[in-house]
């Protein structure tokens, strides 16, 4: 199912429409704010024909963490926290070739502070100025497709804000549960080995070269555990010649 829509963002600001205007703090998120940024999650509900509550426990800044290479998680306060959001920089495959990308997801505001919608602009400022450290310039992020407010609001041109630019839908596929798996006559279905690391990395990263935003993968990322799951968790399946198909 296309259930999320993919954007690539690029960024303009309007000096002029920052005149005279008092933005809000942006940091860094710490391990202190745990407590208040996991209220702030647990606010939101997806709404659709399930309905979910998002959690991310022991820590939310530490989940946040394995999403990418290298996770900021940001925070907007003004005495106090309203909302807060993370970006992860990863090495992926781009139509220009293999670079670091910048990934903006979790935004979340606090649902007893209506007015913290009117610090994006900053918040964008803040996010962009990031990048710039990290030495990255493109970015993207994705929207649920039921997620229509927050599509339209990224969408409308706004003084100060990003240009979102549509680049099209991602399809998740997962594996049915229950019932008896029926393998092939000669195939073979097993966990991942680890001296089967370098042929499965191989593997992979030959089949991802079809795509933009396909991560990259080394055979070091497999063997330590950071945003990629590490070897344990991969599965493969092999063809009666016994290559990985």
């Known amino acids: 199912t296309d259930f999320l829509q ?38 939101q509900d997806f ?26 998680v940001y925070i907007c306060e003004d005495r106090e926290i309203y909302g807060f959001g993370a970006c992860a920089y990863n090495t992926l495959r781009m139509d220009s070739g293999v670079k670091k990308s910048a990934y903006l997801f979790s935004f979340r505001l606090d649902k007893n502070k209506p007015s913290a919608v009117r ?9 962009f100025e990031q990048m710039k450290r990290h030495g990255v310039d493109n970015c993207y992020t994705t929207i649920l497709l039921e997620n229509s407010s927050a599509i339209k609001f990224f969408e409308k041109k706004r003084r100060g804000m990003p240009f979102y630019d549509y680049q099209g839908n991602i399809h998740c596929y997962t594996f049915s549960t229950g019932g008896k798996s029926i393998i092939k006559k000669g195939w073979s279905y097993s966990s ?18 079809r795509y933009s935003y396909a991560p990259v993968l080394t055979n070091e990322d497999l063997l330590r555990p950071r945003a990629n799951p590490d070897y344990r968790s991969f599965r493969i399946l092999r063809n009666p010649s016994g290559e990985i198909n």
């Open 6 to 43: 993919a954007f690539l963002m690029s960024w303009y600001m309007n000096q002029s429409n920052t005149t005279n205007i008092c933005f809000p703090h942006f940091r860094l998120a710490d391990s202190v704010d745990d407590n208040v940024l996991q209220m702030i999650l647990e606010q």
């Open 47 to 72: 709404k659709g024909r399930i309905a979910l509550k998002y959690t991310r426990n022991p820590s939310i800044i530490e989940s946040l963490e394995k999403e990418g290479e290298n996770v900021e």
């Open 119 to 127: 610090h994006f602009r900053e918040a964008f400022r803040f996010h």
């Open 192 to 209: 991942l080995h680890k001296d089967e690391i370098p042929e499965a990395v191989k593997f992979f990263n030959l089949q991802m070269e």
